[in-house]
């Protein structure tokens, strides 16, 4: 399909949402860019198997610089974020397990900033969460 109709389609689909709710100007930007991408995948070229043809996508920022210890940065868009997955989700309608395949993440690298990370890890350990389910656990499997 003609790139100049998914650009039409996109501005009919977005002024028609942004006419019952109010969007800041970022938010407007990344509805479009979503329903962009959205109907791009809908109409996206077919191959001889019926299979959607894979999309070359290049990372918006370098793999390496991805993953820090305070943020994590999206390679779709390149904002920063502590956790990806509700990010990923929403403004680009992928799944995680979608997301690491797409640009090649390993499924032991996580999605949320380091430093984000051990501070819930140290919240748990404080309120002893590892042996209250240790416990529930145990009493489940008496009954």
């Known amino acids: ?7 039409e389609l ?3 689909i977005v002024s028609a949402h942004a006419s019952v ?10 509805e479009m860019q979503a329903v962009f991408q959205k109907l791009l995948a809908l109409a996206g070229t077919v191959s001889e198997e019926g299979e959607a043809a894979p999309q070359e996508v290049k990372p918006a920022i370098p793999m390496n610089k991805a993953f820090g ?5 999206c390679l779709v868009c390149g904002k920063a974020f502590t956790t990806l997955k509700k990010h990923i989700a929403v403004s ?3 799944t995680p397990k979608d997301y690491r395949k797409q640009f090649g ?3 032991k690298t996580p999605l949320v900033a380091r430093k984000y990370s051990e501070a819930k890890k140290k919240i748990a350990q404080e309120k002893g969460l590892a ?3 240790a416990e529930g656990r145990r009493k489940r499997g008496r009954k």
């Open 105 to 107: 993440i390993p499924t």
């Open 69 to 73: 210890a305070d943020k994590v940065y």
């Open 10 to 12: 996109t501005a009919e």
């Open 131 to 133: 042996a209250k389910l």
């Open 92 to 94: 680009h309608q992928l």
């Open 21 to 30: 709710n109010e969007m800041k100007k970022e938010e407007l930007l990344d």
């Open 1 to 7: 399909m003609d790139k100049k109709i998914l650009v």
